[in-house]
């Protein structure tokens, strides 16, 4: 069963792990295991699989968020991404380059 999505419109940044640069997107939506983001910058070098880390700043809250993530599809300027634990960004960091 799919994790309930809560949309919003937050402003997130992305840092695609390996590939430097920073995307400035908006969450479109967000669950307890991902998020739908969109950019509006051209030329983002952004494939399924990459692995990113997305910070998001709670305004209201006075809040800070920094979460792990790999991308699972790209449409245009959107794209989904699963959240992963921190400490297997290195893991998977590797696997993705052995391959």
Not at 49 to 61: F, H, I, Q, S, Y
């Amino acid at each position: 069963m799919a994790a309930a999505r809560y949309e919003t419109k937050e402003k997130a940044s992305i840092e695609i792990y390996g590939k430097g640069g920073q995307v400035i997107a908006q969450l479109k939506n967000l669950s307890v295991t991902g998020a739908c983001l969109e950019w509006t910058q051209d030329n983002v070098d952004i494939s399924k699989g990459d692995l990113v880390r997305m910070t998001v700043v709670l305004r209201a809250l006075k809040r800070r968020h920094n979460m792990s993530a790999e991308v699972v599809w790209v449409e245009g300027k959107r794209t989904g991404l699963n959240f992963i634990k921190y400490e297997d960004v290195l893991d998977r960091m590797i696997e993705k380059n052995a391959l």
